[in-house]
């Protein structure tokens, strides 16, 4: 038989072999993590809860999720094992690292560079704010026909 016929079938095979190396070396580091976990270590579960560690079962971590809050979790639930650095910078809002005082506004007004309403090509008047409203709300509110047809509909059958 000729080499070619069974060229497709070697590269699949190669490739769910590396496939299955690259996915079974994720799986023991997952595991090395995990067992580095000690008492008092922060971690953030699968789920994306951030809990610090009480107590290590065979299967099953002890974690507090809040102070004198705990919850029992399995082993392979736990995501990440944090840095104490890292921990106490996402759940309690310490920023050792940032020196600077960045102030970020709530609106895009800074970025405009006038805090004045929006003004028409050289004039010194405000535009008039755009009425949003749908027109079914001011039928609503009383303005519309009384015998339900909205604005533009026909009587037809």
């Known amino acids: 038989m000729n080499l070619l016929t069974f060229l497709p079938f070697i590269v699949l095979i190669g490739a769910m072999f590396l496939m299955t190396r690259s996915a079974k070396k994720k799986q023991q580091q997952a595991v090395e993590m995990r067992n ?3 008492p008092g270590t922060g971690v ?3 789920g994306g ?3 610090t560690v009480k107590e290590i079962g065979d299967e099953t971590v002890l974690l507090e999720v809040a102070p004198g809050v705990h919850a029992v979790y399995a082993k392979n639930a ?8 890292e921990y106490n910078r ?3 809002g310490d920023d050792e690292e940032s020196d600077t005082d960045t102030v970020v506004p709530d609106d895009a007004s800074s970025l405009t560079g006038s805090t004045d309403p929006v003004k028409t090509d050289g004039a010194d008047e405000a535009q008039p704010r755009t009425d949003l409203t749908k027109k079914a709300d001011t039928a ?3 303005q519309g026909d009384t015998d339900g047809k909205a604005e533009g509909e026909a009587d037809t059958k």
């Open 36 to 38: 580095q976990m000690q």
């Open 44 to 46: 953030r579960t699968i």
């Open 49 to 51: 809860m951030y809990a």
């Open 78 to 85: 736990i995501g990440a094992v944090l840095e104490d650095s």
């Open 90 to 92: 996402i759940v309690h």
């Open 140 to 142: 609503e509110a009383g």
